[in-house]
């Protein structure tokens, strides 16, 4: 499973999770990719999530983002940050009744898309929006 670290606190069930860097010209590359982590994961009865989505234009909106992703053998494959990070995109469904076949637990989930922002008017250098840690190769590898 991945995990997921919000300004420095820990959310738990996250369930699937994907890191996106990809430019909207489709001419050229922009200057500055957009760069974005996609994440689902079960209904959280904190409200931290829905405040940074609620939260005016202000520092109060943006939050330091960690998302680990790992292999099957469970060690890490890469550390991915987002210093500056907004909520870009909130979604809380209810869909009651059965999820997964056999499963009479029904889905509570949100949908969440944390979009990485620079705070200030300078030159994207390739780590100012998002940065990417190497993680440890699987036991497997040879």
Same mark, same amino acid.
């Given at each position: 499973?991945?995990?997921?670290?919000?300004?420095?606190?820990? *959310?738990?069930?996250? *369930?699937? +999770?994907?890191?996106?860097?990809?430019?909207? /010209?489709? /001419?050229?590359?922009?200057?500055?990719?957009?760069?974005? !982590?996609?994440?689902? $994961? =079960? $209904?959280?009865?904190? #409200?931290? %999530?829905? %405040? $940074?989505? $609620? +939260?005016?234009?202000?520092?109060? =909106?943006?939050?330091?983002?960690? %998302?680990?992703?790992?292999h099957?053998?469970? @060690?890490?494959?890469?550390?991915?940050?987002?210093? /500056?990070?907004?909520?870009?995109?909130? #979604?809380?469904?209810e869909?009651?009744? &059965?999820?997964? +076949?056999?499963?009479?637990?029904?889905?509570? !989930?949100? #949908? *969440? @898309?944390? =979009?990485?922002?620079?705070?200030?008017?300078? #030159?994207?250098?390739?780590? /100012?929006?998002? &940065?990417?840690?190497?993680?440890?190769?699987?036991k497997? +590898?040879?």
């Amino acid at each position: 499973m991945p995990h997921l670290t919000v300004a420095g606190k820990e *959310i738990q069930g996250v *369930i699937e +999770a994907h890191v996106e860097i990809f430019h909207r /010209n489709p /001419n050229a590359p922009d200057p500055v990719p957009t760069m974005q !982590f996609k994440v689902k $994961l =079960r $209904l959280q009865y904190e #409200d931290q %999530l829905p %405040l $940074l989505a $609620l +939260a005016k234009q202000s520092p109060q =909106r943006f939050a330091k983002v960690e %998302l680990k992703i790992f292999h099957r053998e469970a @060690t890490v494959a890469h550390t991915w940050t987002i210093p /500056n990070a907004f909520i870009a995109f909130y #979604d809380e469904t209810e869909h009651p009744g &059965t999820d997964v +076949a056999g499963s009479s637990e029904g889905g509570y !989930f949100t #949908d *969440i @898309t944390f =979009r990485g922002h620079m705070p200030e008017s300078k #030159d994207y250098d390739g780590t /100012n929006v998002m &940065t990417c840690k190497a993680g440890e190769p699987p036991k497997t +590898a040879s």
